[in-house]
T-cell receptor, first 110, second 112 residues
């Protein structure tokens, strides 16, 4: 079945550092790919998405490119802030339901 | 705020008791989803509705679990004879026509 594997955490960075969180997927067909973020004490929020190969999703300085050849959707940000501290989930949607990775906890220190 | 709401936010119950959770989706959304999230894991799909019809159920949804969406608006998720393994965050999400899913804050269930 469909599955998502993402980088084990936790990840701890200093403010203004570069962030990469790796995500790879296994799916039949051509799924849509998503990054969701969960801030402490809050629900899941859609961060960005891409619906077809070579699409780049971007939001709030975060970017991810749908790479069909490597079945990847890595999340990047050039300069993280303390307010980016959260848990990040990579997900795919092949049919109706979302399939999530286990999440990566990011802590950004000032 | 017209986002997805869930009630209650927290529920503590004793093993063997029944519990019911409610989800109110975004008003124009015709699809409603339930997920379960345990500590350190990503959310796992349980079931979804299109309007009032329940179209798919995960194998995770044992016979003790039942979900309804009687008028195609709010939904309830009931767990009968709760077990300690049912302790988790229960998440509801809604979408219009299978586009972006918007999640509620979740109901955290603790079974003692």
């Amino acid at each position: 079945g469909d599955s998502v594997t993402q980088m084990e955490g936790p990840v701890t960075l200093s403010e203004e550092a570069f962030l990469t969180i790796n995500c790879t997927y296994t799916a039949t067909g051509y799924p849509s790919l998503f990054w969701y973020v969960q801030y402490p004490g809050e629900g899941l929020q859609l961060l960005l998405k891409a619906t077809k190969a070579d699409d780049k999703g971007s939001n709030k300085g975060f970017e991810a490119t749908y790479r069909k050849e490597t079945t990847s959707f890595h999340l990047e940000k050039g300069s993280v802030q303390v307010s980016d501290s959260a848990v990040y989930f990579c997900a795919l949607k092949g049919s109706e339901k979302l399939v999530f990775g286990k999440g990566t906890k990011l802590t950004v220190n000032p | 705020d017209t986002g997805v709401s869930q009630d209650p936010r927290h529920k503590i119950t004793k093993r063997g008791q029944n519990v019911t959770f409610r989800c109110d989706p975004i008003s124009e959304h015709n699809r409603l989803y339930w997920y379960r999230q345990t500590l350190g894991q990503g959310p796992e799909f349980l079931t979804y509705f299109q309007n009032e019809a329940q179209l798919e159920k995960s194998r995770l949804l044992s016979d003790r679990f039942s979900a309804e969406r009687p008028k195609g608006s709010f939904s309830t998720l009931e767990i009968q004879r709760t077990e300690q393994g049912d302790s988790a965050m229960y998440l509801c999400a809604s979408s219009f026509g299978g586009t972006n899913s918007y999640f509620g804050p979740g109901t955290r269930l603790t079974v003692l």
